[in-house]
């Protein structure tokens, strides 16, 4: 009885702050805003302080992005809202957070060029077990 208040605790913790369970680096694919162009690449997602830092490496480009975790809908869902710059353009991206069937993080979502927000992108990060996904 006691192991499972240990672990109802540990789910409840989990669920009010999620940035542990995202540290990770993620394999990308997504799909340009406005564009059939599609892309992959990697992110690494790291926890620091009450920010979390989000490094996006899509072909030779490496940039570096802050993510914080928001509460959307009534339900208060917890998701993942990232805003980046490429040199030319900013970005915000609000992800969904979800989990695989091994509890590794999965992150889907819509990004928006902060210009023009009618045209939508989108992508999808997966956590890697192999360690294929690279972004320093």
């Known amino acids: 009885m006691?192991?499972?208040?240990a672990i109802s605790s540990a789910d409840s913790a989990k669920d009010k702050d999620p940035s542990g369970f995202l540290s990770a680096t993620y394999g990308l694919i997504?799909?340009?805003?406005?564009?059939?162009?599609t892309y992959s690449g990697a992110v690494a997602i790291k926890p620091h302080g009450n920010t979390i830092e989000v490094i996006r490496c899509v072909g030779s480009s490496r940039i570096k992005g802050?993510?914080?975790i928001i509460s959307i809908t009534s339900d208060k869902i917890p998701s993942l809202k990232v805003r980046w710059r490429d040199g030319k353009d900013d970005y915000e991206a609000l992800y969904m957070i979800h989990s695989d069937s091994d509890n590794y993080a999965r992150l889907s979502g819509p990004y928006v060029r902060l210009h023009d927000e009618t045209k939508l992108g989108?992508?999808?990060l997966y956590v890697d077990p192999d360690?294929?996904?690279v972004c320093k």
């Not at 997504?30 to 162009?37: D, H, Q, T, W, Y």
């Open 2 to 5: 006691l192991l499972l208040c």
């Open 66 to 68: 802050k993510g914080s």
């Open 122 to 124: 989108w992508e999808l």
């Open 131 to 133: 360690d294929a996904a």
């Open 30 to 37: 997504g799909k340009r805003p406005g564009s059939s162009e």
